[in-house]
């Protein structure tokens, strides 16, 4: 069993920054791959990016990239989400989710492709 926690969540101002974590229990599994998704009320979950345990593979949003980047500490079996230039419409709950590292590509995108989630943090971006 997988058990993610995510925090860093806050209220910041539109230009700042924010490094999100996403703690997982025992040390890091090879085998799987991390994402961050986001989510605002009334809408599906978005992905943001994915990072590989096995070789630190990343993949980033379109939307994002640029402004977000993920990395791993394999040791500590953290992953951490680092969003600089934040704008109001980065609002949303936040969540890290486990799933196989072997798939890739689109695929890596989809909620479905995740079978262990973390409760959220919250991000609220004030203009």
């Known amino acids: 069993q997988v058990h993610l926690v995510e925090s860093g969540g806050g209220l910041v101002s539109a230009g700042g920054s924010l490094r999100l974590s996403c703690a997982g229990s025992?040390?890091?599994?090879?085998?799987?791959?991390i994402a961050w998704f986001r989510q605002t009320p009334g809408k599906d979950r978005e992905f943001v990016a994915r990072?590989?345990?096995?070789?630190?593979?990343?993949l980033i949003s379109n939307f994002v990239k640029g402004r977000f980047t993920i990395s791993g500490d394999d040791a500590k079996n953290v992953v951490t989400l680092h969003i600089v230039n934040l704008k109001p419409e980065d609002t949303a709950v936040y969540y890290c989710a486990a799933g196989p590292g072997v798939i890739t590509g689109p695929f890596a995108t989809m909620t479905s492709v995740y079978h262990h989630w973390g409760q959220g943090t919250q991000v609220t971006v004030s203009s």
């Open positions: 990072i590989r345990w096995s070789d630190h593979s990343t």
């Open positions: 025992g040390r890091a599994n090879s085998t799987l791959g």
